[in-house]
């Protein structure tokens, strides 16, 4: 069954890399900002690098907000992709960004003593339970990670990261999943990650 | 827990991989796309490009392999030299590096670094520092253009002083290359390596001198660095990734699968 997927173009920089990514699973996929094909997509891409308050603006210009609020279909955000679904972003110019409140939590600057930031590079993930996206992804699975700030674990985790405190990895609700690490930019098991998102 | 990262480089000339040793006489290694492939394959953390003519030949340089190494590379890759501008570094993020790299430009123009942390975040901005041991001062300086002997000078920068203003200026990671150890294979230089860890909080990753086993053993242990780059050893096929990382993993070292 050919999938209509789409990757929501948010202006960030690692579309291509998405885009690249589920090409080699050997998927058609279209890169649009148009309201009638994202509604239209089976699945969702929503990627995001950069900071919070670029995006959302960039979303904002787009009049995007309301069409991704909307979507019924699965929808899989990246990176700060992921950031933006919960509620707002301690990452801003003006002390809170307000995002697009799709999953409850708020995202705020990794607090990890003397260890270095940005938490760049493979760490360890644990799924809650590996269903769904998570599928044959069993725990100490290593996903490539560049970030400084992070949502706190709670009940909407879908995979816990530890890296001077634990965080979410992964969270879900309903027909949102959001994912911090990069699955484009993680091997083998990135591309596992990408299969169970569009097998959904 | 984050794994410490293996990273070959692979010096970039005329859209074909090239190795030199102290910078110098460079020989042609390979193609990019299927040494990149066989490095990721292999269980490389991340590669890095480095197109070594570009900077100090004064010349736009053709980055369109970037984009075919993006199509078949699943693992972080970043691309370096020759990045002078803010739109040139949005260019090769587009085409789907993860990160960029600049070293003399940003020495040349040290707001280069602030204008690229704020336009695209501290994530994909990665400074690339050539340092260099001068034996008769007894200080680390930091070089310029050293991808052209004829045209390398030395700056006015220590490099401990230049580690901290990139910082500042939103650097998101640091590769320091420790160029009297470079390509020579006896080691990475730990006592500097070790003293820029102290002043560096952000991923710093070890350049140069990287021979066998045990130097990446020690530069983990010892400098505590967050990756270490290497060429010539994985070109060559001195060091196969596998072992490499087998071996470090039976050290104890927190290394990826």
Redesign the interface.
Known sequence: MAQNIVIVNTGCANISSVKFAVERLGVKVEVSDKLDIIKSADKVFLPGVGSANAAMASIEQKQLIKTIQGLTQPVLGICLGMQLMVEKSAESLTGSTPCLNLIPGEVKRMQVGDLRLPHMGWNTVTPVDETSLFKGIPTGTYFYFVHSFAVDISEFTLASCQYGMNFSAALHKDNFFGVQFHPERSSDAGAQLLKNFIEL | ?????IIPCLDVKDGKVVKGVKFRNHEIIGDIVPLAQRY?EEGA??LVFYDITASSDQRVVDKSWV?RI???I???FCVAGGIKTVEQA?YI????A?KISVNSPALADPELITRLHDT?????VVVGIDSYYNEETGVYQVHQYTGDESRTQVTTWQTADWVKEVQQRGA??IVLNCMNQDGVRQGYDIAQLAAIRKA?????IASGGAGELVHFKDVFEQADV??ALAASVFHKGIIPIQDLKAYLRAQKIAI??
């Open positions: 827990m984050l794994a410490r990262r990721a953390d991340e984009t993006a199509q078949v699943d693992i972080p949005g993020l587009e085409m789907g993860d695209y975040g501290q994530q994909c998101g990671e560096c909080k952000v991923p710093l967050d990756g990826r699968d």
